[in-house]
């Protein structure tokens, strides 16, 4: 902390000074105007002004004096309440997507998501409790981007931009920027984005989170330009999109602060999806055998099963639609152990899809509806394979979607791990 956060008098000390000064003010009239009254009358009459006087000027101080007191202990309940809140935000954050309760830590984040908005939304964080502020938002921010909710996301940015803003906490600020760009990014707002990335850079704070910022952003912009090849027809703008993709993973995979196998498994992920892009099914099996291992022995269940529904799409690319269908099995039924339900539904999709491929009708709506019951927005790719299983006997060639991103929510461990707190 600097000497200016050191020196800085909290909300409530500035409170308290603002009312002794007017209590103060008040009394010193009152007790002009009694003592104008009392002595002007002569005889006993000034004693007992005077006495009267005391007594209301005691009277008056010991109720500020309670009002304080009341309010130091309103104020030490309402940060240890947040601190409470806190840890046990961030230990189901860590258990998300895991095999230590991950369909435990979707279920809490379900019943409990109201509670800690409203947490967050009574408290004007102080220096002494911005960082488990923070921490709830790190939180909220992993659940809103597994199931997602990019409204939300951009809320709980500008929520934390002005709390870092009151606390002159320039990481924070950084990161409110980052986590912005995310939430443009996943509604569809790219260019957006990519402005609220450059705001990130430009804030950039000298220390401890800046490599794991730095990861971040890179990541990020990785996705942005893979959003940008989804929207692109094929030639050179998309192709530059995917190039543009890689040369970022690549680089943030040089520049991750140190050694993390979630941190591996989500780049790795996204760099087997670029060689998807690029139809070099065999490059990204490269990166995505090391990287279901990885995620198996992290116990990474979202990443393993993200990690075989990727491996499956290589598999169909490579017409072994044998293992391409196994593969997506085992990664439905992960994702739905996990209750990962954007996951699963693209299982299930691509399970349809492959029935619709074999001219199985009554097969392929039942595994589509069941994917649009899980969705939380509309596919368009979704519905056009529902159309072309409605009439089965002319099957049209319907384009999947693009294989899914890795969104990188590892850096929910990744900031813990490297950073040991948002200092």
């Known amino acids: 902390m600097s000497e200016e956060e050191r020196d800085e008098p909290s909300r409530a000390q500035v409170v308290l000074l603002a009312v002794s000064a007017v209590a103060s003010g008040l009394l010193t009239d009152l007790t002009s105007q009694l003592l104008s009254q009392s002595f002007s009358q002569g005889g006993i009459v000034p004693w007992v002004g ?81 960082d488990d502020f923070a921490r709830i938002c790190d939180a909220l921010e992993a659940w809103y981007v597994r199931r997602p909710h990019p409204e939300a996301l951009l809320q709980l940015s500008e929520l934390l931009s002005a709390a870092a803003e009151a606390a002159g906490r320039r990481t924070l600020s950084e990161l409110a920027a980052a986590r912005a760009a995310t939430a443009y990014r996943m509604l569809g707002d790219l260019d957006t984005a990519n402005v609220r990335l450059s705001v990130s850079d430009n804030i950039g704070a000298n220390g401890r989170t800046a490599f794991a910022l730095k990861t971040r952003r890179q990541v990020e912009r990785a996705l942005v330009n893979l959003a940008i090849a989804d929207r692109a027809p094929a030639g050179n703008d998309r192709d530059e999109a995917v190039l543009n993709a890689r040369d970022r993973l690549d680089e943030a995979r040089l520049r991750r602060p140190g050694p993390d196998l979630a941190a591996d498994v989500a780049i790795s992920i996204n760099l087997a999806v670029v060689h998807l892009y690029q139809y070099d099914s065999e490059g990204a099996l490269e990166h995505l055998r090391p990287a279901h291992a ?53 299982c299930l999709q691509h399970l349809g899809s492959a029935e619709v491929a074999a001219g199985n009708r009554e097969t392929a709506l039942l595994l589509l509806e069941q994917s649009r019951e899980l969705r939380t927005s509309e596919s368009e790719i979704l519905t056009r394979y529902l159309d072309a299983a409605q009439r089965i006997a002319d099957v049209p060639e319907v384009d999947d979607d693009p294989p899914h991103r890795k969104a990188g929510t590892w850096l929910k461990r990744a900031f813990r791990r490297f950073v040991g707190g948002l200092k």
């Open 50 to 130: 005077g006495f009267v006087t005391l007594l209301l000027m005691v009277a008056i101080v010991l109720r500020l004096l309670a009002r304080a007191k009341q309010a130091r202990r309103r104020r030490q309940l309402s940060v240890g309440e947040l601190h409470i809140a806190a840890e046990e935000a961030e230990q189901w954050m860590v258990a998300l997507g895991s095999n230590a309760g991950g369909m435990a830590a979707a279920e809490w984040f379900t019943l409990n998501e109201d509670r800690l908005w409203q947490l967050l939304a009574a408290e004007s964080p102080h220096n002494d409790a911005i």
């Open 294 to 346: 990885h995620a198996t022995a992290a116990g990474d269940v979202s990443g393993e099963a993200h990690a075989l529904e990727l491996i499956g799409v290589a598999a169909w690319m490579q017409r072994n639609r044998h293992e391409a269908v196994s593969r997506w099995e085992h990664a439905a039924d992960l994702y739905a152990e996990i209750d990962e339900r954007e996951g699963h539904a693209r």
